[in-house]
């Protein structure tokens, strides 16, 4: 019981919040390709694939457009990544008895309240970030395609965004800082504005989080040399948080494809609007068919296994611990 005692909640959050700053500023782009990807609708696709998609923007938009919407994830990846991670320690902590190993039910209870306990942030952070990495796809659908003009689709007749996306005659669509579609969200929708799609990143990082700890805390085990010496190497903590993230993120690609739909407040004028969940299913399935619940998996792939492996090994290092002066502890040798 004396190493439960030396877990550090504060050291937990700076851990958290350092992999998330480092993970997202080397992933962002392929995440920006996955919006782009996941908001194309069938007869309207301005990209093939991934690498497709990021030449295209560097072109239209520059190297800096692949980082659009970089600002808002780094500013709220923090508080994100130091809930989700720090959330599942405890957790993890408050189910273990007397240094007891966790059972698989636990394990995935545990990562279960930590997802629930992310969407805090999570859903206002991604809402804007959709908003800002969709607004090049936006434009160059514009320019190939004359004829559909994006609306802002936000259940206000007079509001100053649908003035922004309805101008025919404008040569672009304007685009708007994350800060003023937040002010509108707020005069408009009030705080709920900011968590449109609640219900589907529940749905989204609910079962996610379920799958990734408790694979993760598994695999990590293989690593050790024995259970007298549970430290494992730092590239096992990466190798492990790469696999188990890049498995997770797969089984949950549908739900993260219906999550942005309905985060996506700008739309082409040719493009499905969505009632909820059940009816962006619904439509989903019945106009692009069942493959289209994939789109962008290999790209949510790629983002979520390099930037899991990167939190697992600030994680397990112990950065915050030695910030703070204490000794880094690995709950999952418990």
Known sequence: MAQH??????????????????????????????????????GQQLYKNMMDCLIKTVRSEGYFGIYRGAAVNLTLVTPEKAIKLAANDFFRHQLSQDGARLTVFKEMLAGCCAGMCQVIITTPMEMLKIQMQDAGRLVAQQRVM?????????GGTSTVLSRSYNTIHAP????????????????????MGLYRGLGATLMRDIP?????????????????????HPSVPFYWSFMSGCLAGSIAAVAVSPCDVVKTRL???????NEETYNGVVDCIRKIWRKE???????GASC???????????????????????????????????
Not at 212 to 227: D, E, M, R
């Open 146 to 154: 004359p004829s559909v003009v994006p609306t802002m689709k936000m």
């Open 5 to 42: 005692q030396q877990i550090s909640l504060p050291a937990k959050l700076i851990n958290g919040g350092i992999a998330g700053i480092v993970g997202v500023t080397c992933v962002f782009p392929i995440d920006l390709a996955k919006t782009r990807l996941q908001n194309q609708r069938s």
């Open 208 to 228: 996610f989080s379920v799958v990734y700890f408790p694979l993760f805390a598994h695999l990590h085990q293989l690593g050790q040399h024995s259970s007298e």
């Open 263 to 269: 985060q996506s407040l700008r739309k082409g004028a």
């Open 172 to 191: 672009q669509v304007v685009r708007m800082s994350a800060l003023q579609i937040t002010k509108e969200l707020l005069r408009t929708k009030g705080i």
């Open 300 to 334: 949510r792939a790629l983002v979520i296994a390099p930037l899991f492996g990167i939190a697992q090994v600030v994680y397990f290092v112990g950065v915050g611990e030695f910030l703070l002066g204490y000794s880094p502890y690995n709950i999952y040798s418990a």
């Open 289 to 295: 068919g069942p493959r289209a619940f994939l789109k």
